[in-house]
């Protein structure tokens, strides 16, 4: 009986499960470009574009290797409109009950797929490194699920960078020697861009008529949307970025939206590239001497070590993850997180570029716009679906844990330790953000004072009670109690009514 493999728009590997148990001779691949993948949040038009063309692209290599594909363009007009409605529609189209499927990477998705009247197999997503097994047995038994001893065992699995059973250079992790600032360089290579072809200007024209007027810009495109080219980009990054990933990895500078990083987690994520197949070309960099040890074991932890333990989490925690809010924060989203003005030149610089790209690099997102966020008690549930529609890389298996996590603390600690907070003097220490901004971040009260110096003070206050205890954030209430009693009433004061003007959507 002929059976339908499911392919979504994140799935474009052949080494997909699906695929590898179906049979080209009998079997029909359904590949859907539909409204309510392209709407569950308002995605970026970069996203939706890079999306559209690179399943196109995959269908065709998978006709070009024996496959009969039954594509279906957004603006058919038999569309379905969903993953499920498409499905249903095929199985009448080749008079079959059957579908094969690899697990979706979102529990909105998998659920619409369970309550599919069709006999559904829904196979492991294995191009990951670690299974949902291998992550309950490591879970099991622990009282906290700490990012760094998952990646120990990862590395252990994987062989990679290591000496028999001990990691080369005698240390697990070398992040003590990056966390440099970076200097202007006219000269740094940026990733190579896209060239134009005829499927992604079709799809470039009709995300224009269909996402327009989504936030952010949708030309000119830079990207690879097909395998070939996320090689291309891969290859330029181990060449031309790497050597440096590790000493630079949080540095930010105005204008440079890239600096040393990899801008490859859309390929990986949609399945263009594997983790595999790109730590170890950059291990293979380390061992010819063409990147040291300090960004290439850098670089490694964040695949397999970040990278499969957030899906981990994802997994491990259910349904419910994107919606908590420990610190039950309600304040709505800014408007300046939409490109409304503002004068704060590092929430500018970070959204301006995920405006124009679709892209910001882990620190702005992280220390910029998700402590911003946390700092002025946000509803995380508002700051979730931003970084979910905002990056061309975002998927709910990634995008949740680090947001919602990892950047807003709302899952109440399983994946940070302590809330990712600071004052603007990181902001300072890390770019050149703070010598062009109206606000002064030395000044830490005043009409000029830097907003995250006076809401770093709110945060900690707003959440005495839950933070105090933790050793490693008692120091800041020790040091705000030193502080005379007027001026700690000034700073709180200013907070509020800073929080307030900005509230009431006044430029702040
Ligand atoms: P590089 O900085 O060059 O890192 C190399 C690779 O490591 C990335 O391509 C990525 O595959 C992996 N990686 C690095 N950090 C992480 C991490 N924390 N979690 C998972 N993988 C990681 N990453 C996504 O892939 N999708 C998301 O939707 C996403 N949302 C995020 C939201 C917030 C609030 C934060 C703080 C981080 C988020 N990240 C997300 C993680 C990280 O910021 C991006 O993976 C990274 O910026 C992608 O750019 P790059 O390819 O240049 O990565
Ligand atoms: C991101 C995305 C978009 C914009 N559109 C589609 C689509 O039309 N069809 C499809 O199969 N997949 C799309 N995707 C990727 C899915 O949203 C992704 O498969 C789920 O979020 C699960 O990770
Ligand atoms: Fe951001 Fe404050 Fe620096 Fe301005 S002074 S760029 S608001 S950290």
């Known amino acids: 009986m002929v059976k339908l493999v499911l392919v979504l728009g994140d799935q474009l590997s052949d080494a997909l499960s699906a695929l590898q148990s179906a049979d080209p001779a009998t079997d029909i691949v359904v590949m859907a470009e539909v409204g309510a993948e392209a709407s569950y949040v308002p995605h970026h038009p970069k996203k939706i574009a890079f999306a559209f063309a690179a399943m196109r692209k995959f269908a065709e290599y998978l006709r070009e290797n024996g496959w009969r594909v039954a594509y279906t363009q957004l603006d058919d007009p038999e569309n379905a409109g969903s993953i499920p409605g498409e499905l249903l529609r095929r199985a009448e189209e080749f008079e079959t009950g059957t579908v094969i499927a690899t697990e979706p990477g979102e529990w909105r998705l998998i659920e619409a797929l369970r309550d599919v009247p069709l006999e559904l197999t829904l196979l492991p997503d294995d191009r990951f490194l670690c299974s949902h097994q291998e992550f309950a047995d490591w879970a099991e038994g622990r009282k906290v699920l700490r990012m760094e001893y998952f990646y120990r065992e990862m590395r252990r699995k994987t062989g990679l960078l290591m000496d028999g059973d001990q990691p080369v250079g005698g240390k697990w992790n070398f992040d003590h020697d990056n966390r440099k600032p970076a200097k202007p360089d006219l000269f740094r290579k940026t990733p190579p861009e896209a060239r134009g072809d005829a499927v992604l200007d079709a799809v470039l024209d009709l995300v224009e008529a269909r996402f327009g007027n989504n936030f952010g810009a949708l030309r000119p495109f830079p990207y690879q949307t097909d395998r070939a080219g996320a090689l291309r980009a891969l290859n330029h990054f181990i060449e031309h970025a790497l050597p440096d990933f590790g000493t630079y990895q949080d540095a930010m500078l105005e204008g440079d939206p890239y600096l ?106 992280l220390m910029v716009t998700g402590n911003f966020a946390l700092l002025a008690g946000v509803n995380p549930a508002e700051v979730h679906e931003w970084y979910l529609a905002v990056y061309a890389d975002a998927y709910e298996w990634v995008e949740a844990p680090n947001t919602v996590g990892m950047s807003q603390f709302a899952d109440g600690g399983i994946v940070a330790s302590k809330p990712y907070v600071s004052s603007g003097a990181y902001i300072d220490r890390m770019s050149d953000y703070c010598k062009n901004c109206h606000y002064r971040v030395r000044d830490k009260t005043g009409a000029r004072a830097c907003p995250f110096n006076l809401l770093y003070w709110h945060f900690l206050i707003r959440h005495r009670d839950r933070f105090e205890g933790n050793p490693r954030m008692a120091q800041m209430y020790r040091t705000f109690d030193r502080m005379d009693e007027g001026r700690r009433k000034q700073v709180l004061e200013e907070a509020d009514a800073f929080l307030d003007r900005m509230s009431r959507g006044e430029v702040v």
């Open 260 to 365: 040393y990083h990899a801008v490859l987690a859309l390929y990986l994520n949609a399945g263009l590239l594997g983790p595999l197949e790109i730590c170890k070309k950059a291990e293979e960099a380390y061992h010819d001497g063409r990147a040291p040890l300090n960004s290439v074991e850098g670089f490694i932890r964040q695949i397999i070590g970040w990278r499969e333990y957030v899906r981990g989490i994802y997994f491990r925690e259910g349904p419910d993850y994107p919606r908590r809010n420990a610190l039950n924060h309600q304040r709505k989203l800014p408007g300046f997180y939409w490109g409304d003005e503002t004068r704060m030149k590092c929430i500018a610089q970070a959204v301006g570029q995920t405006r124009d790209l679709a892209y910001a690099h882990h620190i702005q997102r």
